[in-house]
């Protein structure tokens, strides 16, 4: 199980987050730097400890309407072999563990072998800023990975009312800056 440390870490996720989203494919804003808090998240431990595993909510309060991003992140101590460029969100010093590469967990084998797991049921979310302490608000509706089958990543969120649906999908919550808390899909199974 992954231990959260009450510490620094410098530059922070926030921080790291605030200059890298404007640069994806997929970030909704204007282009003017975005006024990120967290909103939400959980975490997943990588079975052989060498890996953090954070899914994270971020809200982009920049614009007439927020805006909640999924973002998983991969820690590691060392940089990740093989990885694209664009893979890197950073690296950040951390109080405890020290230099810390902060990736994109959608280029991480690690967080999405963590993340096929889960829904498959093999894997228990935990939550994101406690030790060893399952999250039950994390819900799979399936599982349903199946061979031949893809993992997409929801990265820009969308409150939902539904839970019930096609079996393969992660749920979770988030709050918006107005404290307004609400549900959406995370993550879907796909056929490739």
Do not use: C
């Not at 902060?102 to 993340?115: E, S």
């Not at 399952?134 to 990265?155: K, M, Q």
């Not at 820009?156 to 549900?183: I, M, N, Y």
Request: glycine fraction near 12%.
């Amino acid at each position: 199980m992954a231990s959260i440390h009450r510490t620094t870490m410098t530059p922070t996720k926030l921080e790291l987050l605030s200059g890298w989203l404007p640069e994806q494919s997929w970030y909704a804003g204007s282009g003017e730097t975005p006024d990120l808090v967290k909103a939400g998240g959980f975490r997943l431990d990588d079975p052989e400890g060498e890996v953090g595993i954070e899914f994270m909510v971020v809200a982009d309060a920049s614009g007439r309407e927020p805006v909640a991003y999924l973002v998983p992140l991969g820690y590691r101590g060392a940089a990740l072999e093989g990885a694209p460029d664009e893979a890197l969100i950073g690296t950040s010093e951390h109080g405890v563990l020290g230099t810390r590469w902060i990736y994109d967990g959608a280029h991480d084998p690690v967080v999405l072998a963590q993340l096929r797991a889960l829904l498959r049921g093999e894997a228990k979310p935990q939550q994101q800023s406690v030790s060893d302490t399952p999250d039950p608000t994390v819900i799979v509706h399936g599982p349903g990975v199946a061979e031949g089958s893809d993992v997409r990543l929801n990265r820009v969120l969308r409150a939902s009312e539904a839970e019930a649906g096609a079996p393969g999908r992660l749920v979770a919550g988030w709050t918006w800056p107005d404290g307004t808390a609400v549900r959406g899909e995370m993550a879907v199974v796909a056929p490739r």
